[in-house]
Each structure stands twice: as structure tokens, then as C-alpha cells.
């Protein structure tokens, strides 16, 4: 299913203002990330025009506009609004005409303004619609921020998930979603993890129910958003299978496309599963800025075997 965003979200979140508000913004639908500013469209070539895109008229395009004649700039607009737009947006030093406005009402297109710079503003949108309309699955699992680095904790029901989760939180890391992730692919290298609007900011325990983190907790130990950068599946201990105990090879699981570091952890009485996580989120931000210490014990246990020879 494509993601859509209602045109009357985005004109709030980003700070629009609505100069057409007898036109309903609340059932036009925004289906593309991309933006458009015009200027080939209002010089008269349709050729390839991307017409479901946020429309942009920035000064360039309206400096041209305001220098036509008066009967080719109403037919040179008319012809753009009319082309099945979903909005067209006035970025600062720009305003639209009455008879712009009255074109916009007749054929039933928002017209918005910012008084941002429009170079601020196309980044902004793009940002933002980048964010809102990415590739989303929801997984069963628990995302906690820990030292700054999501974790996303895997495994079957009933494992340990949240209580781990919940152990975090009591050691002072934040908690972004229990039970199910919503992730969303904002680009090749990142995803971002959020829980649904019904369990955001509650955990789920078995044999004492659910649990508000936000009350008990307070605030600083939520957080509504976090990139994933590790992915721990939790699994029942088998004496029969042979475990990573080095770690010099990074193992890997794929999500929407992209690859993010996964280490399977063995489930055994005793263990701390908190402490375990909190260790491998600190390893994981050190190999990032370059210490691997799997490498750095390979490379003193082959200087110890160089030195031996050299007797």
C-alpha cells in the first residue's frame, strides 16, 4: 500500500500558512517526496511534467511571471493550476495576485505561503516528506536507545524482550517502542524506529500487565524516534551449536533493503541480558570510531607468535 500525507498535515507541521482556506486541505493527499518549482511549466513546456509533486514558486519564478503580460500570465497560470496539482507554495519576497488566487479557488488548489528562503524551504519539505512517506514495515521486537545507539531487540514471545527493555530503562536508557516497531527506511543507510501511537511509551510484562514508563520513569527515559544501528535477536541457549566468541567477522540482517549489524545472544539462566546489551551497544559505537577489540587481541596474539619465532 502507498504511504500517503494529508495535505493539511504537512501545512502545519511545516508552519504553512493557508491563503486559500476556503478550500478543504484535509482530503488532498500528498503521495511523493519530490518537489517542483515550475519555471519550464509556466514558460509553456508540460513535456514530462511531474504534476503529483508539491509545486514551489520561488522568486526566479515569479519575477518571470509578474514580467508577462497580463492576459499571458492569467493563461500561463491557469493552464499550470489546472494541470492537477495538489498545492502550489510562495516561498518568501513572494505573493500571489488576487487573480492567481481566484485561478487557484476555481480549480480547487491550496495555495500556501512560508517566509522562509526557498532554498531553506525545498530542504526542509524534502526532509520531512522524505521521513513521512518512506518504505514502513512493522516488526514484533522492543527498540531502545542505549548510549545514543538504537538497539533493536529481537526474538520469539515470551524470551525476555521487555523485561531486558524494562532493566535498560532502570539503568538509565530510553525507551522507543515495546512489543511492535514501526520502521521506516529514510534512506539507504538509515532506518528509523517508532512505536504506534496505542503503545507508545508502554511495556507490556507478564504477570504484572502493562506499565506507563513515561509516569513511572518520567521523561527522560522515552524517546519517540531513534535510528536503528543494532539489531540483537534473543534465542534459547542450544549446547549443540557453536556460538560466535570472537566477534572479527560482523554478521548481518537485512531490513527494507538495508544491512544492519545483528548478533544472535543465546538465552541462559544467569545472564544479564541488560548488562549484555548495554556491552554491546558500547562495542558496536567503538568499532564505529574504529577500535575493534576482536582485532586488537588477533593482532597481540600474532605479535606474541612473531616474538617466539624470532627467539
Known amino acids: 500500500m502507498q504511504n500517503v500525507v494529508m495535505l493539511s498535515k504537512a501545512a502545519k507541521e511545516l508552519k504553512l500558512t493557508n491563503i486559500t482556506p476556503e478550500i478543504d486541505m484535509s482530503k488532498i493527499r500528498i503521495t511523493t517526496p519530490e518537489i517542483n518549482r515550475p519555471a519550464l511549466q509556466l514558460a509553456g513546456y508540460y513535456e514530462h511534467f511531474a504534476h503529483e509533486r508539491v509545486q514551489i514558486i520561488g522568486y526566479v519564478e515569479y519575477t518571470y511571471i509578474m514580467q508577462m503580460e497580463d492576459a499571458r500570465r492569467s493563461e500561463s497560470y491557469e493552464r499550470f493550476i489546472s494541470s492537477g496539482i495538489p498545492c502550489v507554495i510562495f516561498t518568501t519576497l513572494t505573493e500571489p495576485t488576487e487573480e ?28 520531512w516528506l522524505g521521513v513521512e512517506l518512506a518504505p514502513t514495515i512493522s516488526i514484533h521486537g522492543v527498540l531502545v536507545d542505549v548510549y545514543g545507539e538504537g538497539v533493536l531487540i529481537m526474538g520469539e514471545s515470551g524470551i525476555g524482550k521487555s523485561e531486558a527493555a524494562l532493566e535498560l530503562v532502570r539503568r538509565g536508557h530510553r525507551l522507543v517502542s515495546d512489543d511492535v516497531v514501526i520502521i521506516r527506511k529514510v534512506s539507504d543507510a538509515t ?46 541457549w542450544n549446547k549443540d551449536r557453536e556460538y560466535d566468541r570472537m566477534g572479527v567477522e560482523e554478521e548481518y540482517t537485512e531490513i527494507l533493503g538495508n544491512r544492519i549489524v545483528c548478533h544472535q545472544l543465546p538465552i541462559r539462566p544467569g545472564r544479564n541480558l541488560a548488562v549484555i546489551v548495554e556491552t554491546a551497544a558500547v562495542n558496536h559505537r567503538q568499532k564505529k570510531m574504529g577500535y575493534n577489540a576482536a582485532l586488537e587481541l588477533y593482532r597481540r596474539v600474532q605479535e606474541n607468535i612473531m616474538n617466539k619465532r624470532g627467539e
Open 100 to 127: 492567481m488566487l481566484e485561478i487557484a479557488k476555481r480549480y480547487n488548489v491550496p495555495t500556501l505561503t512560508t517566509t522562509r528562503t526557498t532554498s531553506s524551504f525545498m530542504a526542509e519539505i524534502i526532509r
Open 191 to 236: 532506518l528509523i524506529g517508532s512505536a504506534p501511537d496505542v503503545t507508545k511509551h508502554l511495556i507490556e510484562l507478564r504477570g504484572i500487565g502493562i506499565i506507563d514508563v513515561k509516569t513511572l520513569y518520567g521523561v527522560e527515559h522515552v524517546k519517540d524516534s531513534q535510528a536503528i544501528d543494532l539489531v540483537i535477536k534473543l534465542e534459547d
